[in-house]
């Protein structure tokens, strides 16, 4: 059977609130109508008799009524303060658990919007909005009592509340598809503007400020010109409203009076009729109102059933024994996410528990996307990565990662300090496991001279530190809590020469303490350490197999072509030939 997603889950539980919550606007809808029969009692009973104790006696009743009126919409709003805050607890922890999975699926697809989906839901279920519907199946109540009155009064009102209704379905029409036009144009400007401005120094060195303003502007105006068409509209029908609503008031007050000179009816029951028709289309109008919220709620809401049915809850993995880092790939065909396009074209290879393997290979050969799908922060089109037999993606993803060590091309630190950035944010981590990690990775005595040392804070994305700082501390990450697989994809790209020895040393010492490394590197004094090569041309395995036999192997390759083209430019009579070294990068 399919698991219920939280989502529905989270509905499901603001059913039970909605239920009691509707309970409870039947009993404030009902003492609505104390205004109307008090003014009744005074105009009909008390002016007629001129009785001050019964003025008193109704007086008293009527505010006694009032006050518990008071308390129930106190304990109906004060309920659905509480759904609200049930409702985002059941859905925070899911809902960022999706904005990382789709992230990971769909880079562009605006995934942290989620978050804000989850807020307008909510504010939606628990605001003036959702007020106004549970108060809508009164309103046939307030008429029947209109009805009640005189039949003539009735029908007024009833036509009345018709064409409000009428109005709000022709609003709901004419402004439905430009509000989800500007709300989707929005969240793409946001989105623009969000990743733009992450680039704010290229933005300014190269002058491109005003190229890129107006392409933003082009994607607000879009905004702006559906949000202005959809208010226009809406403001029309909102006109229309308030003239309906008050030739409404004039016509059930005409018609009170003609029927009361006609005596059919008593004065007071005129100005009742006309109060009750006035709370019988409060919440049609209400409704009209809040449209927009509804209409942005809406889209929220479709956008969270996506993304919840796509993405369902990730099973519960069974916690496994620690493994030693022996990790084999079978036929890895990898594409990017979205695309069907594979860069990663059959990969097979293994890496024993202890070895250092150097991945080489051009540019864009597919080496960072490999070792993405090392770590598991891709899943495979097809083939699997098992690491101590097991495939990666039936880990739990929690455990993986205590024996994972991974440093992305592009470090990538969080705001916070360095401490909590090497202990990975986990709460109560000892000092000394901090330092620990500092130390193995040779980081300790840079940190040592930053500012606040260890509580430096690093500012967001790392910005507060240099690229080879960043690094370094990505590399005391890294081998936090001495992972049993380091994953590490060039990491010596900002490191100087004292930098290099510390992450040399760190290798060899992971090594030594029986841990998997697996690099992306070109540099020949960090290929010397590595027991494997692995070199990747346009995704395919071009050469696999203990590092000293492939640099042999090249360099006789190296060799004969050098003899070769002696040989030819001796023929040729021509100049010397081009040297080719495998220590050189070999990037095409
Ligand atoms: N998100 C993506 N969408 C589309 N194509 C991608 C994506 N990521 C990578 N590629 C493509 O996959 C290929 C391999 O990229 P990858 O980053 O793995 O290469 P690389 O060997 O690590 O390159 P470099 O040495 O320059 O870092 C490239 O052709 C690249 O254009």
């Known amino acids: 059977m399919k698991a219920t997603s939280p989502l529905k889950q989270a509905y499901g539980r603001f059913k039970a609130i909605i239920f009691a919550t509707v309970i409870f606007s039947f009993f404030s809808n009902l003492l609505m109508f104390v205004g109307p029969l008090y003014m009744l009692q005074v105009y009909d009973r008390v002016l007629a008799s001129r009785n001050e104790f019964t003025l008193l006696m109704i007086t008293g009743i009527a505010v006694a009524m009032l006050v518990t009126y008071g308390f129930l919409e106190f304990i109906r709003s004060k309920m659905l303060v509480r759904a609200g805050l049930q409702f985002d607890d059941m859905l925070a922890n899911p809902a960022f658990n999706r904005v990382v999975r789709k992230q990971l699926l769909a880079p562009n697809s605006g995934a942290h919007a989620t978050l804000q989906d989850v807020d307008r839901v909510r504010e939606f279920l628990t605001g003036q909005g959702i ?23 009735g029908l007024v009102a009833t036509i009345g509340a018709l ?58 105006d879009s905004v702006l010109d559906a949000q202005a068409k959809a208010s226009g509209r809406a403001g029309a029908i909102m006109a229309s409203t308030k003239f ?86 079978q036929n890895l065909i990898a594409s990017a996410p979205g695309s069907k396009k594979p860069i990663l074209k059959g990969i097979s290879f293994n890496v024993a528990q202890g070895e250092v393997l150097a991945v080489i290979g051009p540019s864009g050969s597919g080496k960072s996307t490999l ?7 891709m899943q495979p089109q097809s083939g699997a990565v098992r690491l101590e037999g097991v495939e990666l993606h039936h880990w739990d993803s929690d455990q993986l990662g205590r024996y994972m060590g991974y440093m992305p ?70 081998v936090f809590r001495e992972p049993s697989l380091i994953v590490l994809d060039e990491p010596n790209s900002n490191l100087d020469a004292h930098g290099e020895q510390a992450l040399a040393n760190c ?19 960090l290929l010397a350490l590595s027991d494997k090569a692995l070199m990747l041309v346009n995704g395919q395995i071009e050469k696999f197999g203990p590092t000293r036999e492939i640099f ?14 002696k040989k030819e430019a001796a023929a040729a009579g021509a100049g010397s030939p081009a040297v080719v070294s495998m220590t050189d990068k070999p990037r095409a």
């Open 131 to 153: 007020l106004a519907f549970f108060d809508a199946p009164w309103v046939p109540l307030f008429l029947a009592l209109v009805f009640a009155f005189h039949p003539w009064l």
């Open 163 to 220: 064409i409000i209704f009428a109005l709000a379905l022709t609003n709901e029409f004419a402004t439905r598809g430009l509000l989800q036009e500007a709300g989707t144009a929005n969240a793409g400007a946001a989105h623009f503007v969000n990743t733009t401005v992450q680039n704010a120094e290229v933005i300014r060195a190269l002058g491109m400020e005003k190229p890129l303003t107006n392409r933003w502007l082009k994607q607000h």
């Open 244 to 329: 309906v609503r008050m030739s409404l008031q004039i016509a059930i007050l005409g018609m009170g009076a003609y029927l009361a000179i006609q005596q059919q009816i008593s004065p007071g029951i005129m100005i009742a009729a006309s109060i009750v028709m006035g709370r019988a289309l409060a919440p049609v109008e209400q409704a009209v109102g809040q449209w927009k919220q509804f209409v942005a709620a809406r889209q929220s809401h479709k956008r969270l059933t996506e993304i919840f049915e796509t993405l369902g809850d990730e099973e519960q993995r069974m916690q496994l024994p620690a493994p030693k880092g022996n990790l084999v790939v």
């Open 371 to 377: 070792v993405r799908h090392l770590v598991g922060a």
């Open 409 to 478: 091309q592009d470090v990538k630190l969080f705001r916070g300090t360095v401490s909590e950035n090497i202990s990975r944010f986990i709460d109560n981590v000892e000092d000394k496991e901090i330092v620990a990690a500092a130390t193995l990775s040779g980081a300790h005595e840079m940190i040592a001279t930053l500012s606040d040392g260890y509580d430096t804070d690093v500012g967001d994305g790392g910005n507060g530190l240099s690229g080879g700082q960043r690094q370094r501390v990505g590399l005391a990450r890294a």
């Open 507 to 525: 290798i060899q010492e992971m090594k030594k303490r029986g841990k998997t490394v697996i690099l992306v590197t070109h540099k020949a004094n």
């Open 552 to 565: 042999a192997q090249a360099q006789q390759q190296a060799a004969a072509q050098q003899d070769q083209q």
